[in-house]
């Protein structure tokens, strides 16, 4: 057990299309009355836009921030704010403009109203970097954290691919580092993955369309999440470094992340190996230096610090800066370690991996589907095909392993029939079809819980009239069944057809028994005008599902057992109601717990009372007998 704090530090966040309408009503919300507008000439439209809706709030307007914070710009922005009496800053811009709004926070505690038009994230954290005489420093502290942030997606469906793409990076190494922070912890694990997953997808979809809404949308949320992370979370490394060579080589800030964050994230693989297991996972790529590498290529970001004109020969300066004061990291942070990553960066060397990079095949097989008639097929075999490449590519598969795989479902196909369906028993035993069973019918809660149909049901039962014995002499404790058919409100559905069956008391069905003459334990019923029905059986046993199969071997091979909780399968179809497919389950019986197809559900566990003496119809029964009384629900057809 880890144990950890989480402190909820919120600012107000608006998102969406077109929120920068609501940045006056915001200003009012924090009490400004005199504003100071900080954006760059190249927002002019955006910046007018807002000083419109500001009216006579606004004080003033100040164009200078740069990159780093410099002190010296700060305090001429201090100054501005001051002569114009201004109770409030609205920062509209990237994170230089951010960066300048919280260095005026700091000093005099005005509330902020943020609108980023990047994807830097810092605007919702109480972090500042600023940078004086050639070093760059951060604090934090509670003034520092702007009042509100307003997201308007609009405002980044014309900023350049490349922009886009290293402050997407710079966000995404935000996401990276607080997964292994020494505060990490479940909450701020979670918003950083689903950040990363986001930022990722974001960025391979951009080049496409630009000006797509939602990739943006992805990109912005992406980037808010991040940032959290980047307020809740100590950083690490990767930080330490950009800061170094931003803040005192004058690197640009997000180029710098771009360049850094595969080989800071390489340096400490090997010591947060489970860590960089989520992150891949969640880019979808095999392993994660290497994936934020190949990302960062495809979408056509910088990949060396030489293409940003940093010197070589600056590297045992920056090491030595680097390295002057210990910070927390996942490996120890030593002078050689700090030199051979950023020799690396340098060169812009692609992190070493144990995989090749497949990237290329999957995105052609991919691209194969972009005809496919249906939109669903098309999404379908473009996630499979993904998956499928992961998980050759992350688990190293080799051909002999899947060769052994091809061949295990070559004979699950071939012992398949009309009577042994093998790929059903598969997907039953892989928890699959419980999963897709789960998908489509339980999102009716006052309906019965429905079951997987399992690899025995045959079409067209024969059809018996109510109160038949399906045992037909067969041995076992006998069952007496009434049940019931309903709405979900209770009244009877006369009419519903029900198709009941089960295994002997031997465990098998009758398709399993080639000697038997006829169905047995199968059969159709139709309800009455009371929506019920009769019947008598026997008590469903456990029983193991055929082993001598491929799906057997499976088991075996994986210390499963094959057993079956008792049940009995019901189908049940009625006119203007979603058809039911389920199974009823003998409480106290063996396996409710570790079914092997994954099928118990406890709302499907009933009591089969026991009972002896007179029986409901007055058939004669030596000993004990089993009463099953129930009522199904079955939920409405849309439109019903």
Same mark, same amino acid.
């Given at each position: ?23 006056? /009503? ?19 439209? *955006? ?42 800053? *609205? ?33 919702? =954290? ?6 004086? !005489? ?7 502290? +509670? ?43 479940? *909450? ?5 993955? !689903? ?66 964050? +595969? ?9 947060? #190996? ?29 990949? &060396? ?5 940093? #010197? ?69 075999? %473009? ?10 590519? %992350? ?14 479902? =070559? ?10 369906? %093998? ?23 006052? &309906? =019965? ?5 399992? #690899? ?46 089960? /295994? ?70 009625? +006119? ?13 019986? !063996?396996?409710?717990? &570790? !079914? ?19 029986? #409901? ?24």
């Amino acid at each position: 057990m880890k144990p950890f704090v989480h402190e909820v530090r919120s600012t107000r966040i608006v998102f969406g299309s077109g929120t920068i309408s609501q940045v006056r /009503a915001e200003v009012e919300r924090v009490g400004g009355n005199r504003v100071l507008l900080l954006a760059s000439k190249r927002l002019d439209d *955006v910046a007018r836009r807002v000083g419109d809706s500001l009216g006579p709030s606004l004080a003033a307007r100040f164009d200078g921030a740069v990159m780093h914070t410099p002190v010296e710009v700060t305090e001429r922005a201090l100054e501005v704010l001051r002569s114009n009496s201004a109770d409030c800053v *609205v920062a509209i811009g990237g994170g230089s403009t951010t960066g300048l709004s919280k260095a005026l926070a700091a000093r005099t505690n005005v509330p902020q109203v943020i609108v980023p038009t990047t994807y830097s994230g810092s605007e919702v =954290t109480a972090v500042l970097g600023e940078t004086q !005489d050639g070093r760059k420093t951060t604090r934090a502290a +509670p003034e520092i954290r702007p009042e509100t942030v307003v997201y308007d997606v609009d405002l980044t469906l014309g900023l350049p691919v490349a922009l886009s793409v290293t402050s997407g990076v710079n966000a995404l190494a935000h996401a990276v580092e607080a997964l292994y922070s020494p505060q990490a912890e479940p *909450v701020t694990d979670a918003i950083a993955l !689903d950040a990363i997953t986001r930022i990722s997808r974001g960025l391979r979809a951009l080049s496409a369309n630009p000006s797509d809404v939602d990739t943006r949308a992805d990109l912005l949320t992406g980037a808010w999440l991040a940032g959290t992370c980047l307020g809740s979370v100590g950083m690490s490394l990767h930080h330490k470094l950009c800061h170094t060579l931003g803040g005192s080589f004058g690197l640009p800030h997000a180029e710098t992340h771009t360049v850094v964050l +595969p080989h800071a994230m390489a340096y400490n693989a090997p010591a947060a #190996p489970e860590v960089m297991e989520r992150i891949a996972r969640a880019m979808g790529v095999p392993e994660a230096p290497a994936g934020v590498y190949d990302l960062i290529v495809e979408a056509g970001g910088p990949t &060396s610090l030489r293409s940003l004109d940093f #010197p070589l020969e600056d590297v045992p300066l920056a090491v030595e800066l680097a390295t002057s004061r210990s910070y927390p990291n996942p490996r120890e942070v030593t002078s050689e370690g700090v030199a051979g990553l950023l020799a690396n960066a340098w060169h812009g060397k692609r992190p070493a991996s144990r995989v090749p990079d497949l990237s290329w095949l999957t995105a052609d097989v991919v691209a194969s589907f972009d005809r496919a008639p249906s939109r669903r097929t098309r999404l379908l075999l %473009e996630d499979l095909v993904r998956r499928l490449h992961s998980y050759a590519t %992350e688990n190293d598969l080799t051909q002999p392993e899947w060769q052994r795989a091809v061949d295990f479902l =070559t004979r699950t196909g071939q012992i398949s029939s009309a009577v042994r369906q %093998e790929f059903v028993l598969l997907s039953d035993t892989l928890g699959l079809s419980s999963v897709v069973d789960a998908l489509t019918n339980s999102r009716t809660p006052d &309906s =019965t819980p429905s079951a997987v149909l399992g #690899p025995f049901y045959v079409d067209g039962p024969p059809a018996v009239p109510s109160g038949t014995d399906l045992a037909a002499g067969l041995t076992g404790v006998p069952l007496w069944a009434d049940v019931h058919v309903t709405d979900p409100d209770g009244l009877p559905l006369e009419g519903a057809v029900v198709d009941v069956w089960q /295994a002997d008391d031997n465990g098998f069905y009758d398709i399993q028994l080639p000697d038997l003459d006829g169905p047995v334990l199968r059969a159709r019923f139709t309800t009455d005008a009371n929506g019920r029905f009769t019947f008598w059986s026997i008590l469903p046993s456990a029983y193991p599902i055929p082993d001598d199969g491929p799906v057997g071997e499976l088991l075996a091979a994986t210390g499963r057992h094959q057993y079956r909780a008792p049940h009995v399968h019901f189908m049940i179809t009625a +006119p203007g109601h979603e058809r039911l497919i389920t199974q009823l389950f003998v409480a106290g019986g !063996d396996y409710l717990d &570790s !079914d092997t197809v994954f099928g118990v559900k406890e709302e499907l566990v009933v009591d089969f009372r026991p009972a002896t003496g007179a029986t #409901p119809d007055g058939r004669t029964v030596e000993g004990e007998w089993r009463h099953l009384d129930f009522t199904f629900r079955l939920a409405r057809t849309a439109g019903s």
